[in-house]
């Protein structure tokens, strides 16, 4: 018998959960990667050829970057403060990353750990343009995974 397959999700919107200090709807969510840098071994076979295997190496995880519409909610921007401060042990936080389908029901979800901001872009604004203001958040993390929504 055959499986039966499921349609693929449609990215709709993200719903962010970081640390309880910033919940919120996101319209752009990039970085949801882990990958493994390649460790070379040279060795010898039984009958004395010599031979490369590539064997799993360090595992890297890439940056998040979460975009939404400018409103009047500074918490990004407190979050950035407390790296500012110093307080970075503070600013790691837990967080979540949960996309919806278009009625707002979970269907994928992302757990990340020790997260903090790097990077915080506030909107480019141009008087001929009726585009909504986008602000950026960039958030280096520790650990990456996906689990059931």
């Not at 872009?121 to 141009?126: A, C, D, E, N, S």
Request: net charge negative; proline share 5%; hydrophobic share 40%.
């Amino acid at each position: 018998m055959a499986e039966v397959m499921e349609d693929p999700l449609v990215g709709f919107h993200y719903l962010v959960d970081i640390g309880g200090m910033i919940v919120g709807y996101f319209m752009e969510c990039s970085g949801l990667n882990i990958e493994y840098d390649g460790a070379e071994l040279k060795i010898t076979s039984e009958k004395g050829v010599p031979l490369v295997v590539q064997q799993p190496g360090r595992k890297k995880f890439t940056d998040i970057t979460l975009k939404r519409g400018v409103t009047d909610s500074l918490d990004i921007w407190d979050w950035r403060k407390m790296v500012e401060d110093g307080d970075v042990a503070s600013a790691r936080v837990n967080g979540s990353i949960t996309l919806c389908q278009q009625d707002g029901t979970p269907v994928a979800m992302w757990n990340f750990e020790r997260g903090w901001p790097s990077k915080v872009t506030g909107p480019q604004p141009k008087t001929d343009s009726n585009e909504i203001g986008v602000e950026e958040v960039v958030i280096v993390h520790e650990y990456l995974e996906r689990v059931p929504a």
